[in-house]
């Protein structure tokens, strides 16, 4: 009563139907079944030919053969080369219809009809091949584009509906932009299919092939509802699925150079009755591969004018840069042509140099450079030239056209061609005069008196360590002056310190005249000033230094328009070692000098071992005066003032002592010079007034007649 014939389809798990008879009052479409499933696909699964002869409910048939009400079922593969090609069965409204002889005489016919199927395939296969290979050259021909964009865009409309009822490509260009392609049979779906694309569908750069769009290149066939469902995570765009309608899809990569950039996408509606298969899957790679390649040669088109524009801006850039640069810029050419010169200059570079751009470009760079520069100039040029360096870099003079130096900050760069070879190198120069002298008055400054212009203490100490270090080379002596000016204060006070300042700049221009070039004068502050000599072949060589010194400074001199005589007090340390300490040697000039204006000013001491005792004898006062005071070993003692005529005690003097833990009882003549100098003379005076007025009340109160008190108090004590 029925027969059908079910075909195994591309896919290898599904069997699609081939021919039918006796189905025509079931409402039954013809949809594929799964080997497996059903009667079909049980014979399918097993190779085997089966019978039926009373089919029972609950039994695994389709529900059209239990529509037809079919009893009786006997069905057998179909085989090719042991290959299953599909499944051929037949059907009986009455049960125990079949036996051995029907079932010979359809295996039979089944093998008739295997190799039939695979012949009529060979020539589909054939059919479809030719059909695929035009339809490949004309989407070759026809898919080129100006750009990537449009090549994007154009892919899908040669796809549809040929190929599919809607195609998707979606890409990432080479810049990283993304870029999706439509096209649906029809166009008022246009814009929910890109909602839909734009919301879901993402392809990573890079990713390898077997990784796009979740998997290698892959097909779905005969989607149902349910799958459909499970494609969109909303109501929406589940609703705008079922919209587009999906049965079938096609996914495959598009990967150029290895680079998986995107992904094609190829789906078929129920609108059609279009089901893809592997031969579908093996074509769709095939225009996969295409579209890459056109996609990859937009790309490139795209990317050499990107390239080229990109070239033109930046020459542009470059040449403003170069025109306007706010300093000097020139081009040296490194190749055979012309090695070293100079081809090109901007405006500031002639300004620079003085010369003209055509003076210029026949010049290098050493030609400019001062004497002590073009060497190194030269050397670094050809060092570039032969590709042994890249850079070049100095700050020093050049000279001018008009033969002025000029002082700038130069750097030269290589820049290669597209082999790596040195090609020319671009020069710039900066003038840094005005900053030069800023810096280099800056250092004077740091090193030298503001009012003088002398060397300052860092100086002195330094050039003092140079010459104690040339005494290990040599037999000859160093020699530390320090001099003094006597009465400075009184000339500063009685005539102002503009004349004060006159005469500090007077006194070091008349040591000046008196010292050889090699030897150092320094200002220490105030009137203080220290000579250092070095070579000197005994003290008598520095004893001549000194006179001399005495007679330059103590010339009269013209300040506030009167005639001022002032004379220094000179100290003088010799030394042969080279291992002398700087400071300890400028320590014993100044020890010198204080010996030197204890003894009447205007003279000059020579340090030696007993001004070595007598300093550290006053540093050892000076710290028993300061203990004395902390612990109140002063004492007062009293000596009578009488009246002769009357023979009565009338006063007293105080006469102040020192208690020393070790040395007893210590006179006034040997500490009060030490305490007028170190300061302390101040609080020693304060506390002997107070305890003299204090002794006289208490003697006040005991005698009948008044009792006076001498005490002595010191200069600055008056002053204060």
Known sequence: ????????????????????????????????????????????????????????????????????????LVGVPLLSGGHLVGVLHVGSVQPDCFGDPDLDLLQLAADRIAIATERAQAEEDEREAREHERFLAAFESRVEAPDFETTVELIPRLLVPEIADWCAVYSVDESGATRVGLAHHDTDMLSKLYELYWRYVVVDEGLPEDNV??????????????????????????????????????????????????????????????????RDLAFA????????????????????????????????????????????????????????????????????????EAELVAMTPADLADDSERQEDR????????????????????????????????????????????????????????????????????LHDPLTGLSNRRVLMDRLQHELDDLSRRTTAVAVFYLDLDRFKRINDDLGH????????????RIGTVMRPPDTVARLGGDEFVVVCGGLVDETDGIGIADRLLAAISKPV???????????????????????????????????????KGRGRACYELYDESLRRQANARVEMESDLRDALAHGRFRLHYQ?????????????????????PTRGLIGPDEFIDV????????????????????????????????????????GRQVAQ
């Open 558 to 596: 013209t300040l506030a328009g009167r005639d001022v005589v002032v004379s220094p007090s000179i100290g003088v340390a010799f030394t042969r070692s080279a291992d002398d300490d700087p400071v300890e040697l400028l320590r014993r000039a100044d020890t010198a000098m204080y010996r030197a």
């Open 213 to 278: 769009v979740g998997g290698t290149s892959f097909c779905y066939r005969d989607i149902d509802p349910t799958e459909v469902d499970g494609l969109a995570k909303d109501a929406h765009h589940a609703t705008l699925l079922h919209q587009l309608d999906p049965r079938s899809s096609i996914i495959v990569p598009l990967v150029s150079r290895g680079r998986t950039f995107g992904a094609l996408t190829l789906v078929a509606t129920g609108r059609s009755n279009r089901r893809f298969g592997r």
């Open 498 to 509: 503009e004349a004060g300042d006159q005469l500090l700049i007077e006194v070091s221009k």
């Open 675 to 714: 305490a007028e100098e170190s300061g302390l003379i101040s609080p020693i005076g304060k506390w002997v007034i107070e305890e003299a007025c204090r002794q006289q009340s208490e003697w006040q109160r005991i005698l009948s007649e008044p009792l006076h008190m001498a005490v002595n108090v010191s």
């Open 379 to 446: 050397l670094a040029l050809d060092r570039m030239i032969r590709g042994e360096a890249s850079s070049h870099q100095r700050e020093g003079p050049i000279r001018h056209a008009h033969g002025d130096p000029v002082w700038v900050h130069l750097t030269m760069r290589t820049v290669e061609n597209h082999k790596g070879e040195p090609q020319y190198a671009i020069l710039q120069m900066a003038d840094v005069t005005a900053r030069r002298a800023a810096e280099d008055r800056l250092v004077f400054q740091a």
């Open 285 to 356: 790679r095939a225009i996969g591969e295409r579209a890459s390649h056109a996609l990859a040669l937009a790309g490139e088109r795209a990317g050499r004018v990107a390239t080229q524009e990109a070239l033109r801006q930046s020459e542009e850039r470059f040449r403003v840069a170069f025109e306007d640069a706010p300093f000097g810029m020139a081009l040296v050419d490194l190749t055979e042509r012309h090695p070293g010169r100079i081809v090109h200059v901007n405006k500031e570079f002639s300004n620079l140099t003085g010369y003209s």
């Open 1 to 72: 009563d029925i027969a059908r014939i079910r075909l195994l389809a591309d896919d290898g798990v599904s069997l699609v139907v081939g021919a039918t008879v006796g189905y025509e009052d079931v409402a039954d479409d013809g949809e594929p079944i799964r080997v497996g499933e059903g009667f079909a696909g049980r014979v399918a699964a097993t190779r085997e030919a089966v019978i039926l002869n009373d089919v029972e409910p609950g039994m695994l048939v389709s529900p059209s053969l239990r529509s037809l009400g079919v009893r009786s």
């Open 640 to 660: 009578p003032i009488i009246n002769l005529e009357r023979g009565h005690i009338v006063g007293v003097e105080a006469l102040l002592r020192m208690h020393h």
